[in-house]
């Protein structure tokens, strides 16, 4: 079966409090443009990501979360001296990397919240079994290759998407548009 896939590049969700105290209680998270998966959306505001040799200026994705999330790539993790930063799906956050956040001087160190984003398939509401908890998909082109342990994760979207952070997209050479997804269900 084929999917579009989607590089997703570093970003961060934040709750309310933490918005509130990075931007104040006048501010507002204001939507810039949709994503793929509906009721996402990237939007106006930006944060940095301060570790200990270097910081990255990240775009927040909307809406607000239940608990603040960052996600990176293990090279910007590299860029910016953090380390052992746990590869998770996005909102597997307890026990992860602390960060620290920043935005106008001001600053919040928080105890968790940073991941490095394990690749995902997402799928339509009740198609999870259809493609199982974990898949392979193959890339053609220049640089093509297999990925193994795909994890599918059923979300509101139109079709199947791949999500592959910025590393992993740049590794089949940065212009991917389609894969085929194989398992024994399909």
Same mark, same amino acid.
């Given at each position: 079966m084929e999917v579009k896939v989607e590089i997703s590049a570093r970003h961060c969700h934040l709750c309310r409090g933490d918005f509130v105290r990075l931007f104040g209680e006048e501010e507002s998270l204001n939507f810039v443009r949709g994503l793929s998966v509906k009721g996402d959306f990237?939007?106006?505001?930006?944060?940095?990501?301060?570790g200990a040799k270097g910081t990255l200026k990240i775009s927040v994705v909307g809406p607000f979360r239940e608990?603040?999330?960052?996600?990176?790539?293990?090279?910007?993790?590299?860029?910016?001296?953090?380390?052992?930063?746990?590869?998770?799906?996005?909102?597997?956050?307890?026990?992860?990397?602390p960060v620290i956040l920043g935005f106008g001087g001001k600053k919040i160190e928080l105890d968790e919240g940073l991941i490095v984003a394990k690749r995902h398939l997402h799928v339509r509401w009740g198609e999870l079994s259809k493609f199982g908890g974990v898949v392979?998909? &193959?890339?053609? +082109?220049?640089?093509? =290759?297999?990925?193994?342990? %795909?994890?599918?994760? #059923?979300? *509101?979207?139109?079709?199947?998407?791949?999500?592959?952070? &910025?590393?992993? +997209?740049?590794?089949? =050479?940065?212009?991917?548009? %389609?894969?085929?997804? #194989?398992? *024994?269900?399909?």
């Amino acid at each position: 079966m084929e999917v579009k896939v989607e590089i997703s590049a570093r970003h961060c969700h934040l709750c309310r409090g933490d918005f509130v105290r990075l931007f104040g209680e006048e501010e507002s998270l204001n939507f810039v443009r949709g994503l793929s998966v509906k009721g996402d959306f990237l939007s106006d505001k930006k944060v940095d990501v301060i570790g200990a040799k270097g910081t990255l200026k990240i775009s927040v994705v909307g809406p607000f979360r239940e608990r603040t999330q960052v996600e990176l790539s293990k090279s910007d993790c590299f860029f910016i001296g953090v380390k052992d930063v746990p590869l998770r799906l996005s909102g597997e956050i307890d026990g992860s990397a602390p960060v620290i956040l920043g935005f106008g001087g001001k600053k919040i160190e928080l105890d968790e919240g940073l991941i490095v984003a394990k690749r995902h398939l997402h799928v339509r509401w009740g198609e999870l079994s259809k493609f199982g908890g974990v898949v392979s998909v &193959t890339i053609d +082109g220049e640089r093509g =290759g297999r990925l193994d342990k %795909v994890a599918v994760r #059923e979300s *509101n979207v139109d079709e199947a998407v791949l999500h592959l952070d &910025t590393d992993e +997209g740049n590794a089949f =050479g940065g212009s991917i548009f %389609v894969c085929q997804v #194989e398992n *024994n269900n399909l």
